[in-house]
């Protein structure tokens, strides 16, 4: 009985060891592919890093118009002349802006001025805090109770087409008043990432929440 037992000892002994180096082994593996994971994400980030700088400063340079809007409608609330001197202040921001796809003043959130108008007359008095989407109605009480600019993502415009649409409030010692509105033309935001170097290895793409592609700089097949 004694025999059996020593004989089982060495057999145990390497069940253990074997079990032991599997147990080191998979711990090691998994600390070497986070480590290579850690390591690749890293440099994917490095290489997009350059795409999200300057997409962020083409639409936060166009996002400047919104308080060139709003310091022009604060003096002008009442003037009985307020619409002939909206359109020629947005004309000549329109003019000086690229990728502007319209320009609105909403008093009470229902847009009344528009610019420029034609191609955009389905805009005057919808209310975008009775949008059926709710997306877009959450997107203007956002922009009416935290005072700052805010932008939705490329949603589908009433005239049609997508555009991001940015928000400003407009109050009236410190009683709300309105909204002044731009809508972004997508496409033309994206222009100068067509112009930025390519990222070697990777297919570039930008993406809203809902995974809608919204541009697309597929990389360069090498010959």
């Not at 025999?3 to 060891?17: G, V």
């Not at 589908?156 to 991001?164: A, K, M, N, Q, V």
């Not at 409030?169 to 709300?176: D, W, Y």
Request: hydrophobic share 40%; proline share 8%.
């Amino acid at each position: 009985m004694r025999s059996k037992r020593t004989n089982f000892l060495p057999l145990t002994a390497s069940i253990l060891a074997l079990g032991l180096f599997t147990l080191v082994w998979w711990k090691t593996n998994l600390w070497y592919r986070q480590e290579l994971l850690t390591g690749e994400r890293a440099h994917i980030t490095a290489e997009l890093a350059p795409y999200g700088n300057v997409l962020s400063g083409a639409i936060n340079g166009k996002l400047g118009i919104l308080n060139g809007l709003k310091a022009f409608v604060e003096p002008h609330l009442s003037a009985p002349t307020f619409a002939a001197e909206f359109e020629k202040f947005a004309a000549g921001l329109y003019a000086a802006t690229t990728g502007v796809r319209v320009i609105t003043v909403a008093p009470g959130a229902i847009p009344r001025y528009v610019y420029p108008l034609p191609g955009n007359e389905s805009i005057i008095g919808h209310n975008p805090l009775q949008d059926p989407r709710p997306r877009v109605r959450a997107d203007a009480e956002r922009a009416i109770h935290s005072r700052e600019i805010t932008i939705s993502e490329p949603e589908e415009l009433r005239p049609g087409g997508l555009g991001f649409v940015a928000r400003l409030a407009v109050h009236k010692e410190e009683i709300f008043w309105g909204v002044g509105t731009i809508a972004l033309d997508p496409e033309k935001c994206f222009a100068r990432l067509r112009s930025e170097p390519r990222p070697g290895r990777l297919n570039a793409s930008v993406t809203g929440s809902s995974w809608q592609c919204l541009f697309r700089r597929p990389r360069r097949l090498r010959r």
